[in-house]
């Protein structure tokens, strides 16, 4: 339902309420109670003697609080404290309120009187239990059971009750409309952002978002913690409406947004948060692969030939994952050689197959425990309760992005550089003349570096920066993941080491632009499949990225076979039209064309720490209705090391950072 609908409703509440009756009861004209707005005015004057309340209820989402506040508030003035009254007053006061006619005003709760507490006690807890379930009562029991209620004073229950109602409505309105904590769960950012990073998104920069579901839970997201249900309703919509604000998105600027190949999400409360994977699209195509490779016998192939491989260098023995990757990647090419065009050329068959188990079945595959699970079905999200992410825009509508070996160009032109931004590298013939353990201990202390692995469960290690691959005497082979000056330090101190950009698969921009014009072979079909935008006939990557333009609200782009996979979200999905495809021609909503209008504009979002991040390589473009905010600074950060104690996980330096 259109929240357009109950703000109608609120219009006519008063009438069918017909408070004109009741008016003058209580010391006002009729005629109040006749006047758009002003009747909510004297209404909540009457009730609580707080007239001014009646603005929060241009709120959405607040709207409906407010709603129950002023008819409970109405219904006591009048003596009405019971606790079916108090039911009927939250969810259908029109019976009660047509009574309120023959019914007079009396005088407000005599707190010295048991009497008169007694009538309205379950009342109170109701109303207390409705703000906060279960919670709200543990805080008041607490509270309650150190300062015991006093003759003459209100109830605990009933100072609670108000005070965490209004606590709630407070908050509500300032983290959806003003400023909203934010944590940092991943590595994307590092090392401009840290996990453990809790900081503050500015909703005021961009202009704040009306929520698109506003009935929901209190200061959650989209998931009620512990339960593990979700937290809001859709009985009221909105359609996408954005506040004015101080400015628009900028190219730099480090923004949070709503992830947008979030729409629907696979939902298993065992896990984190309730959720198997945000990226259901992504798990959609992984889940095609497995059950293709499944079906010829990779992992026995994949055992056979790592087998083969330690048999003929047992040294490896000590670098299982090394072994692992090689034999991966032999058993993955030599199937795709014979049987790669079954995969490819039936793409959707094998799609719809991992559908029916992920959506039917409920299964799916747990790569942490290696074996297939039983989760709790699909579920969709509705675009403001998407999963936040954060990532720094590089690209603004109408810029043209293109990545080549690593290096992002915007409009042709290297693309700035944040200070603290990761690029990955090889390192060859670096100089150790010391054991691994004091290694690792120089590059910590002398450059702030913490490897991937550590021995003996070393305190750091969390982070990687680096990776050790070989280590030959007094040289080392390493891969890094350097901000410039660190790069720029460790040059200057180890002038023998030779720093080269990492670029996957060694496919450099030139020979990527060949294989678009010549075709793909099977295997680079099934690579192309993991990035934006997942079609067999793009070849994207991390390090290398085919030139494209951003798209701006009420532009036109002519669709053509082989750009439409960049455009086939937007028009679905993001703009909600349909698409059908047939024969090379474009049929949206129910008419044949060859051009698309955008109906928004759009964005391209990546991590700073380029290598370990899933960003818009992945998902492609980010609309503006996703834009949630600017994150702009850093209040609190702690280590995310369980060892370490309150005080010593604290990062002093990082409080109150502005990010930039």
């Given at each position: 339902?259109?929240?357009?609908?109950?703000?109608?409703?609120?219009?006519?509440?008063?009438?069918?309420?017909?408070?004109w009756?009741?008016?003058e009861?209580?010391?006002?004209?009729?005629w109040?109670?006749?006047?758009?707005g002003?009747?909510?005015?004297?209404?909540?004057?009457?009730?609580?003697?707080?007239?001014?309340?009646s603005?929060?209820m241009i709120?959405p989402?607040?709207?409906?609080?407010?709603?129950?506040v002023?008819?409970?508030?109405?219904?006591?003035?009048?003596?009405?404290?019971?606790?079916?009254?108090?039911?009927?007053?939250?969810?259908?006061?029109?019976?009660?309120?047509?009574?309120?006619?023959?019914?007079?005003?009396?005088?407000?709760?005599?707190?010295?009187?048991?009497?008169?507490?007694?009538t309205?006690r379950?009342?109170?807890?109701i109303?207390?239990?409705?703000?906060?379930?279960?919670?709200?009562h543990?805080?008041?029991?607490?509270?309650?059971?150190?300062?015991?209620?006093?003759?003459?004073?209100?109830?605990?229950?009933k100072?609670?009750?108000?005070?965490?109602?209004?606590?709630?409505i407070?908050?509500?309105?300032?983290?959806?409309?003003?400023?909203?904590p934010?944590?940092?769960?991943?590595?994307?950012?590092?090392?401009?952002?840290?996990?453990?990073?809790?900081?503050?998104?500015?909703?005021?920069?961009?202009?704040?978002?009306?929520?698109?579901?506003?009935?929901?839970?209190p200061?959650?997201?989209?998931?009620?913690?512990?339960?593990n249900?979700?937290?809001?309703?859709d009985?009221?919509t909105?359609?996408?409406?954005?506040?004015?604000?101080?400015g628009?998105?900028?190219?730099?600027?480090?923004?949070?947004?709503?992830?947008?190949?979030g729409?629907?999400?696979?939902?298993?409360?065992?896990?984190?948060?309730?959720?198997?994977?945000?990226?259901y699209?992504?798990?959609?195509?992984?889940e095609?692969?497995?059950?293709?490779?499944?079906?010829y016998?990779?992992?026995?192939?994949?055992?056979?030939?790592?087998?083969?491989?330690?048999?003929?260098?047992?040294?490896?023995?000590?670098?299982?994952?090394?072994?692992?990757?090689?034999?991966?990647?032999?058993?993955?090419?030599?199937?795709?050689?014979?049987k790669?065009?079954?995969?490819?050329?039936?793409?959707?068959?094998?799609?719809?197959?991992?559908?029916?188990?992920?959506?039917?079945?409920?299964?799916?595959?747990?790569?942490?425990?290696?074996?297939?699970?039983?989760?709790?079905?699909?579920?969709?999200?509705?675009?403001?309760k998407?999963e936040?992410?954060?990532?720094?825009?590089?690209?603004?509508?109408?810029?043209?992005?293109?990545?080549?070996?690593?290096?992002?160009?915007?409009n042709?032109?290297k693309?700035?550089?944040?200070?603290?931004?990761?690029?990955?590298?090889?390192?060859?013939?670096?100089?150790?003349?010391?054991?691994s353990?004091?290694?690792?201990?120089?590059m910590?202390?002398?450059?702030?570096?913490e490897?991937?692995d550590?021995?003996?469960?070393?305190?750091?290690?969390?982070?990687?920066?680096?990776?050790?691959?070989?280590?030959?005497?007094?040289t080392?082979?390493?891969?890094?993941?350097?901000?410039?000056?660190?790069?720029?330090?460790?040059?200057?101190?180890?002038?023998?080491?030779?720093?080269?950009?990492?670029?996957?698969?060694?496919?450099?921009f030139?020979s990527?632009?060949?294989a678009?014009?010549?075709?793909?072979?099977?295997v680079?079909?099934?690579?192309?499949?993991?990035?934006?935008?997942?079609?067999v006939n793009?070849?994207?990557?991390?390090?290398?990225?085919?030139?494209?333009?951003?798209?701006?609200?009420?532009?036109?782009?002519?669709?053509?076979?082989?750009?439409?996979?960049?455009?086939?979200?937007?028009?679905?999905?993001?703009?909600?039209?349909?698409?059908?495809?047939?024969?090379?021609?474009?049929?949206?909503?129910?008419?044949?064309?060859?051009?698309?209008?955008?109906?928004?504009?759009?964005y391209?979002?990546?991590?700073?720490?380029?290598?370990?991040?899933?960003?818009?390589?992945?998902?492609?473009f980010?609309?503006?209705?996703?834009?949630?905010?600017?994150?702009?600074?850093?209040?609190?950060?702690?280590?995310?090391?369980?060892?370490?104690?309150?005080?010593?996980n604290i990062?002093?330096?990082?409080?109150?950072?502005?990010?930039?």
């Amino acid at each position: 339902m259109n929240v357009l609908y109950f703000y109608l409703f609120l219009f006519v509440h008063p009438y069918l309420a017909m408070w004109w009756t009741s008016f003058e009861k209580a010391g006002r004209k009729s005629w109040e109670a006749l006047i758009p707005g002003y009747n909510y005015y004297v209404a909540f004057k009457i009730g609580i003697n707080k007239p001014w309340w009646s603005l929060l209820m241009i709120f959405p989402g607040i709207h409906i609080w407010m709603w129950a506040v002023v008819n409970v508030s109405y219904i006591r003035k009048f003596g009405r404290y019971s606790w079916q009254d108090t039911l009927q007053g939250i969810f259908f006061p029109y019976l009660l309120m047509a009574k309120l006619k023959d019914s007079e005003v009396i005088a407000p709760t005599n707190w010295a009187n048991p009497k008169d507490v007694e009538t309205r006690r379950i009342g109170d807890h109701i109303v207390l239990f409705l703000a906060v379930p279960f919670l709200g009562h543990v805080v008041a029991f607490i509270f309650g059971f150190f300062s015991k209620d006093k003759t003459g004073q209100k109830s605990t229950y009933k100072e609670w009750g108000d005070t965490i109602l209004f606590a709630l409505i407070a908050a509500s309105i300032i983290r959806t409309y003003v400023f909203e904590p934010f944590q940092i769960p991943t590595g994307s950012m590092e090392k401009t952002l840290l996990v453990g990073d809790f900081l503050f998104v500015n909703k005021l920069a961009y202009g704040s978002k009306v929520p698109v579901t506003p009935v929901s839970f209190p200061l959650v997201h989209n998931n009620i913690p512990f339960i593990n249900v979700k937290s809001y309703s859709d009985i009221e919509t909105i359609n996408y409406t954005r506040m004015p604000g101080l400015g628009k998105v900028k190219r730099n600027d480090v923004v949070v947004f709503n992830y947008p190949s979030g729409d629907t999400a696979v939902f298993d409360p065992r896990m984190p948060y309730g959720l198997m994977g945000h990226d259901y699209h992504g798990i959609l195509i992984d889940e095609s692969e497995r059950m293709f490779f499944q079906k010829y016998g990779r992992d026995a192939f994949m055992r056979s030939i790592a087998d083969s491989i330690v048999t003929s260098n047992p040294a490896l023995r000590n670098t299982p994952n090394q072994v692992y990757e090689i034999a991966y990647k032999n058993a993955t090419s030599r199937i795709m050689a014979s049987k790669g065009s079954e995969f490819i050329d039936h793409l959707d068959f094998w799609k719809a197959k991992a559908r029916k188990m992920l959506a039917v079945d409920k299964l799916a595959m747990d790569h942490r425990e290696g074996r297939i699970i039983k989760h709790f079905g699909l579920i969709y999200r509705p675009v403001d309760k998407r999963e936040n992410y954060i990532k720094r825009c590089v690209g603004i509508p109408g810029d043209k992005l293109e990545i080549i070996n690593s290096i992002l160009y915007i409009n042709g032109s290297k693309a700035f550089i944040a200070e603290n931004q990761n690029l990955q590298y090889k390192v060859s013939n670096f100089q150790n003349t010391g054991s691994s353990s004091s290694f690792i201990n120089m590059m910590y202390e002398q450059y702030g570096l913490e490897p991937t692995d550590t021995p003996n469960n070393d305190v750091r290690g969390w982070r990687g920066d680096y990776s050790i691959l070989s280590d030959n005497g007094n040289t080392l082979e390493l891969e890094m993941n350097l901000t410039l000056s660190e790069l720029r330090k460790l040059k200057h101190d180890f002038p023998n080491a030779k720093f080269a950009l990492n670029v996957p698969n060694k496919k450099d921009f030139k020979s990527r632009l060949q294989a678009h014009k010549t075709g793909f072979n099977m295997v680079e079909k099934l690579e192309n499949l993991r990035y934006f935008p997942r079609d067999v006939n793009h070849g994207n990557s991390v390090a290398n990225f085919e030139k494209i333009t951003i798209p701006v609200k009420g532009s036109v782009v002519t669709l053509t076979t082989k750009n439409i996979a960049l455009y086939r979200r937007i028009i679905t999905a993001y703009e909600g039209h349909t698409l059908v495809e047939k024969n090379g021609k474009f049929i949206i909503d129910g008419k044949a064309t060859t051009t698309y209008k955008f109906d928004m504009n759009y964005y391209w979002l990546m991590g700073d720490n380029r290598y370990n991040s899933a960003d818009s390589r992945f998902w492609g473009f980010v609309p503006e209705d996703h834009i949630v905010g600017k994150a702009s600074v850093v209040w609190l950060s702690k280590s995310p090391l369980s060892n370490l104690n309150f005080f010593t996980n604290i990062r002093y330096d990082r409080i109150l950072k502005f990010i930039k």
